[in-house]
């Protein structure tokens, strides 16, 4: 793990104690019915990457064999409690999604939500995904990202600096452009919220 990613990884060790606390206005307005959507999505053997504090872990369908993984150690102990409550079957590992201690082409479906904002390397995360799903597989992703909307996007590039002092989240991430520079080609894309909310469907055609 490099010295970005470390730096990065304090921050949501650090933010774990009030996270759940200061997603909870958006998870009622409309992120919880968008992850419920998302896992409709998931077939065959399953990665969700960043999976936090585990909100997604309630609505995972038990008919699929899932495994997890996240960076931060305290997000994951939060993720274990998650999975306990629920009686959810998943294996929760510490992994930085950069460097994933997976075979290539392992799983079916790999997602995330709310994830690549944070990855340190963004286009080198993209390209971990694009090895360990196997060639045919689908990555399916709700992730916020830079309004192109020119006053939305400057002040969203104003703020990033103390968003990610914060927490580590990027608030002005152009995550359709780093899926691009991957090298994915077949990808769907419908706005969620405005264009600053996104579920991407894609699909490996590697």
């Known amino acids: 793990m490099n010295r970005e990613t ?3 990884k304090k921050r949501y060790n650090r933010a774990s104690a009030f996270y759940d606390i200061m997603e909870a206005p958006m998870e009622a307005m409309a992120l919880k019915s968008w992850r419920i959507d998302a896992m409709k999505e998931l077939e065959g053997k399953v990665l969700e990457i960043g999976v936090g504090t585990g909100k997604n872990i309630e609505y995972y369908p038990d008919s699929l ?3 997890a993984i996240d960076f931060s150690e305290k997000m994951l102990e939060k993720a274990k409690k998650q999975a306990s409550l629920h009686n959810k079957k998943v294996d929760l590992l510490l992994m930085d999604a950069e460097h994933m201690d997976f075979a290539n082409d392992t799983f079916d ?3 995330t939500t709310c994830v690549f904002c944070s990855v340190p ?3 080198n995360g993209l390209l971990e995904i694009m090895r360990v ?3 045919g597989g689908k ?4 992730e916020h990202v830079r309004s192109e909307k020119k006053v939305l996007g400057v002040i969203m590039d104003v703020l990033n600096p103390l968003v990610v002092n914060l927490y580590g989240a990027n608030i ?3 995550t359709l452009e780093n899926i691009n520079k991957a090298g994915y080609s077949k990808v769907e894309v419908t706005n969620l919220f405005k264009d600053i909310v996104k579920k991407i469907v894609i699909y490996n055609e590697k």
Not at 139 to 142: F, Y
């Open 172 to 174: 002005n991430r152009k």
């Open 6 to 8: 470390e730096i990065i």
């Open 121 to 123: 390397n963004p286009v």
């Open 65 to 67: 064999e899932i495994t």
């Open 133 to 135: 799903c196997k060639p």
């Open 139 to 142: 990555i399916v992703m709700i």
């Open 109 to 111: 479906t790999v997602f």
